[in-house]
């Protein structure tokens, strides 16, 4: 007797493809909306073909065909038979570009392989976000540390959180604070040069505003302004001062006060003597004498643009 033909079609020839509602990896737009993203994902065995976050300038449907193409631009990759989504919207976009490359589109109800990838890919993200707060958790608890006066327990808190992630910046910033209070200088000037360069990277060029009220920007802020001051101390006092100017343009208001630091390095002293003429300022509740020479230095140098008040 001979076999029946089997005419059911292998799973093994179908891709899915699925726009997921939802910033996964964060993604966002220039106004803090989150960005959508594709994903093409080989049905039978769950392997993720390509990701794309949408790119703001380009229409859906455009993204949707990119996302497509640079699957199948991908290596030696076999051509899917078949393409199932679950939006009729999805294979509007797709019908031309499948037609092209003689691919079926099929519009099921359920999606196999892309539900559990996103499943997955939350379950990392909820993972990060964990470890990101418990880093961040660290480094308060490292500040209060340091106005414990117990600068080696800060030390002891923050190494710990370098190594979970030992390129972020705050962790290397709690560092040079809490190395320089312990007097370790060598270790101070470590961490404020890492924590400056792993700010850079981050910005291949200053941005127009780094607002200090967004509390993830503050630690860029404070990363500035530390390497600033080693410049100085080191007597590469141009190099300070630029950074000094170029925390005033990204924020005049100033929440650091890097402009009177500015106005006593143009008047002659050092970081350490602002330093000392600011607890002073702050022993006697009174700051006059930082005013004047901010007025007098500003004046001569024009290095910092007071705020319009909102």
Known sequence: MKAKPDNSKSDFGIWEIDIVPEAIFGAMKPNG??????????????FIINTKIFVPEMSMENNVISAFEEALSKGPMIVPETIEVRKQEVVDFLQATAKKHKVEIKLVKRLKAVPEIVRSMRQMRNHKEVRQKNIDDSYYD??????????????EMLTEALEMDPHYVQTHVGLSLAYRELGDLNKYRKHTIEGYKETCKLFKNWPKELSWYHMENRKYHRAIFFRANLYIDDNEINKGMDLFRDLL??????????RYFAAGVYAGKSIQEVNDMWDKCNDNQNWDKMEKMLIEQNKKHHFWKMPKEE
């Open 249 to 258: 343009r990204m924020w005049p208001n100033d929440n650091q006060g890097v």
């Open 142 to 155: 490292a500040m209060d540390a340091i106005l414990a006066n117990k600068p080696d327990v800060a030390i």
């Open 33 to 46: 909306e989150p960005l959508d993203m594709v994903i093409v994902a080989h049905k039978e065995s769950y």
